[in-house]
């Protein structure tokens, strides 16, 4: 934090049950990761906090755990609302954010966001465990999250009846918000006999490139966020020798593939103030629109990076609401 604090910026306001919680995450991050750009694995298990699935319903929703391809430990958690009285319901498909390389949907933040949107939204939520770096370099989290919106176009009777698969939504933060771009171009290239991806949810996606933003030099050191903690995260994801400027990482960038005659879903995009990857994110946006895509932007001027991982946070109640309204407003009638 020390860097950040010499910029002469306030930090917004963060509970302790807050702090603890980033203090926590950052620590065993920190401590998994070897100075040769490897992970130990196992201690990172160990300590990450876990939530089982859970077949009887608890607060209104049941989880179960459904395999894809044991080679891979490939799978996604099923979180289905029970006490809802609607016979059709859009589904939420989910990637995870940390970095490409920690945290998996049995991670008890990302267990509780995505039972959270099962309940609100409402909505059948599919929660994909992607292989992760460095073990599994780029693009295996592309091909797995392919992969797993391939089996459900030719399993969708593995979800129940209620799921409306020609309703469904692609939602990832940070790297999982990356994930999902990446996805919905190459959905929209091969095809799908049944699923349909009507709307990207792209919470605080994970971008970057060669260039230093004023964003990321004058945020240096917020929570979760620093200039060597993305470094690093990209050199364990990327192949050897590539540079930031790859066209998985810069998106809009030198690389940048032409999507302008794909025909990409609706997105929304939630930004905050103290992300330094913000204007990243802006840029984003901004070529969607001039490639002719249905894009809005939603900016938290005081949130940080993960912010809607804290039901406690204020901002944390006003996300699910515009997720909700997004939702609601795509889905057709």
């Not at 603890?20 to 300590?47: E, G, H, Q, W």
């Not at 009285?85 to 509780?112: C, E």
């Not at 692609?170 to 990356?178: C, E, Q």
């Amino acid at each position: 934090m020390e860097k950040f604090k010499s910029s002469g910026m306030q930090m917004p306001t963060i509970p302790w049950k807050t702090r603890l919680s980033i203090f926590y995450l950052s620590t065993i991050i920190k401590a998994s990761r070897r100075s040769d750009c490897t992970v130990n694995r196992r201690l990172f298990n160990f300590l990450d906090i876990k939530s089982g699935p859970n077949p009887s319903p608890i607060n209104g929703i049941k989880s179960t755990d459904i395999i894809v391809d044991p080679n891979r430990k490939l799978w996604f958690r099923l979180y289905i609302p029970t006490a809802t009285t609607s016979t059709s319901l859009p589904v939420v498909i989910y990637f995870h954010g940390g970095g490409f390389a920690f945290l998996s949907p049995a991670s008890f933040a990302y267990d509780a966001v995505c039972r959270r949107f099962a309940s609100e939204l409402p909505a059948i939520v599919v929660s994909v465990n992607y292989r992760l770096g460095p073990e599994h370099r780029y693009p295996s989290q592309f091909d797995d999250g392919f992969d797993v919106l391939k089996f459900l176009d030719e399993n969708h009777d593995v979800l129940p009846q209620i799921a409306d698969v020609s309703k469904c939504f692609l939602s990832g933060d940070s790297a999982g918000g990356n994930i999902i771009h990446h996805l919905a171009v190459r959905v929209y290239r091969e095809g799908f006999r049944v699923v349909k991806i009507i709307g990207l949810l792209s919470i605080q996606p994970f971008f970057g490139g060669e260039e230093r933003t004023e964003s990321e030099i004058r945020l240096d050191g917020v929570p979760f966020v620093s200039l060597y903690h993305t470094d690093w995260f990209w050199k364990v994801f990327l192949p050897d020798g590539s540079d930031r400027d790859h066209q998985a990482v810069n998106i809009t960038g030198p690389n940048a593939i032409d999507i302008s005659g794909l025909d990409y879903p609706d997105t929304l995009i939630f930004v905050s103030g103290f992300d330094p990857m913000q204007e990243w994110q802006r840029r984003y946006y901004e070529w969607l629109r001039k490639s002719g895509k249905e894009a809005q932007l939603i900016e938290y001027p005081n949130a940080i990076h993960g912010f809607y991982l804290f039901p406690e946070l204020p901002d944390s109640s006003q996300f699910i609401s515009h997720v909700k309204e997004f939702v609601a407003k795509t889905c057709p009638t």
